[in-house]
C-alpha cells in the first residue's frame, strides 16, 4: 500500500508554543521556458521547475480565478495528480470546476522539513502569477499537511482563502515509531527538533480548516491528528471541521470532491 500522509499547522513569532514559523515573504516567480514574462499559462498541463523542484500546474479551459495548491503524501510526487483512485480524480474534479491545480515534488519524504515548505510557498507564488489567480485553496495530504500547516501558519501563501486536509497527520510524534529511518533522513541532525515543534503543529484561526479523516486509520490515527487539529482551531476561535470518512488510510471516501467544493465556495460557513 502506498501510503498517502499530509495535515495540520506550525506558526508565526510571538503566537502559542510549539508554532514553528519558516522564512516569511512570498517567493519569486520562477520562469517557465517559452513562457515571455507576465505571460498567462494557456489551458492544459504545464511541466516546470520551481525552486529546484519538478512540479506541474493544470490549467483549466475556463479558468474561474482560483488556484488549488495540492502539498502530496509519503511515497507519491506531483505524480500524484494523475492517480485516478486517489487525489487525481479530485483534482480532474477541481480542473472542471475552473481551478488552476499546482503541485511538486517539494523534496519528495519531507515531513515538513523547512526545505519543502520553502518550495510549496515557491510553488504558490509561481503558479498564482502564471495563471492569475486571485484566491488559492490549500489541499494537503497525510504527511503533507506538516508542510500545510507552516504554510498557513507562517502566512506563506498570499491570497490565501482555506485549507483543506486529507487524512492529516497533524502530529509528527504519532508516527514516528513506524517512520523513524525516513523522518530522520529527512530532518537530520535536526531530528529532535522537529519532534518538538511538528508534535503536534498548529494552525492560524484565522484561515478556515476542512479535514477528511477516519476512525478505522491506523496508520495516522484521527483522535491525535485531524481531531487535535480542528479542536485546536476551534479553541483559538477559528472555524473548522472534520468530516468523517470511512475505512483505512488512502480509503477512496477521503477525496469528497463535492465536499471540497463546497468547503472552498464557502469557507467560513
Do not use: K
Not at 122 to 127: E, F, G, K, S, V
Not at 133 to 147: N, P, Q
Amino acid at each position: 500500500m502506498t501510503l498517502l500522509l499530509g495535515g495540520c499547522a506550525a506558526g508565526a513569532p510571538g503566537s502559542a508554543p510549539g508554532v514553528v514559523a519558516t522564512a516569511s515573504g512570498p517567493a519569486a516567480p520562477a520562469p517557465v521556458p517559452g513562457t515571455a514574462a507576465g505571460e498567462r499559462l494557456g489551458p492544459g498541463t504545464h511541466s516546470l521547475q520551481v525552486a529546484g523542484e519538478a512540479a506541474v500546474v493544470l490549467v483549466p479551459e475556463r479558468p474561474n480565478g482560483r488556484l488549488v495548491v495540492y502539498a502530496h503524501g509519503y511515497g507519491a510526487d506531483l505524480g500524484a495528480l494523475a492517480d485516478d483512485e486517489a487525489f487525481g480524480g479530485l483534482a480532474r474534479g477541481l480542473v472542471a470546476a475552473g481551478y488552476a491545480v499546482a503541485a511538486s515534488d517539494a523534496g519528495g519524504d519531507a515531513w515538513g522539513s523547512a526545505a519543502s515548505v520553502d518550495a510549496h510557498a515557491a510553488l504558490a507564488a509561481t503558479a498564482r502569477e502564471l495563471t492569475g489567480a486571485g484566491e488559492v485553496f490549500l489541499v494537503a495530504e497525510s504527511m503533507g499537511g506538516l508542510a500545510g500547516a507552516q504554510l498557513v501558519t507562517g502566512r506563506r501563501i498570499a491570497g490565501l482563502r482555506a485549507y483543506a486536509g486529507i487524512a492529516p497527520l497533524c502530529d509528527l510524534g504519532s508516527v514516528y515509531g513506524a517512520f523513524a529511518g525516513s523522518v530522520e533522513a529527512a530532518h537530520g541532525a535536526d531530528v529532535d527538533a522537529a519532534l518538538a515543534r511538528l508534535s503536534p503543529v498548529r494552525l492560524d484561526a484565522d484561515v478556515p480548516v476542512r479535514l477528511w479523516a477516519s476512525d478505522e486509520d491506523t496508520v495516522v490515527a484521527r483522535d491525535r491528528n485531524a481531531d487535535a487539529c480542528a479542536g485546536q482551531v476551534l479553541a483559538d476561535g477559528g472555524t473548522a471541521r472534520v468530516v468523517a470518512a470511512r475505512g483505512q488510510h488512502g480509503d477512496p471516501s477521503h477525496y469528497d470532491l463535492d465536499g471540497v467544493l463546497a468547503f472552498f465556495a464557502d469557507p467560513a460557513g
